[in-house]
């Protein structure tokens, strides 16, 4: 079993950052890959980035690349989501999703962990 932990949501204007960060705990050894997804109200679960381990490959939605980092420290079982000139169509419920299996980097059905989540909301 793997628990995620999301914590650094909150109300920003246009052009903010955030920063987020996901805590996991348990299995830690057996995440292939990290996630972070976002679901906004009346929109599905859409992927905004992962990280693809053991080599730490990074991959974004194209709505968010060149704004967004995604990055691990693994001494400390952390995942981090940089967030950079945020939109108001950036806001949303943000998950961290981890996967032990195979699979593609962005369809939440190959994730088999899930956080919580932690809002983020983007003001004009």
């Known amino acids: 079993q793997v628990q995620l932990v999301e914590s650094g949501g909150g109300s920003v204007q246009a052009g903010g950052s955030l920063r987020l960060s996901c805590a996991a705990s348990g299995y830690t050894n057996s995440r292939k890959r990290m996630g972070w997804f976002r679901q906004a109200p009346g929109k599905e679960r859409e992927v905004v980035a992962a990280?693809?381990?053991?080599?730490?490959?990074?991959l974004y939605a194209d709505s968010v690349k060149g704004r967004f980092t995604i990055s691990q420290d693994n001494a400390q079982n952390t995942v981090y989501l940089e967030m950079n000139s945020l939109k108001p169509e950036d806001t949303a419920m943000y998950y961290c999703?981890?996967?032990?299996?195979?699979?593609?980097?962005?369809?939440?059905?190959?994730?088999?962990?899930w956080g919580q989540g932690t809002q983020v909301t983007v003001s004009s």
């Open positions: 990280i693809i381990n053991p080599f730490g490959v990074t």
């Open positions: 999703a981890a996967a032990s299996r195979g699979g593609t980097w962005s369809r939440t059905d190959d994730y088999n962990y």
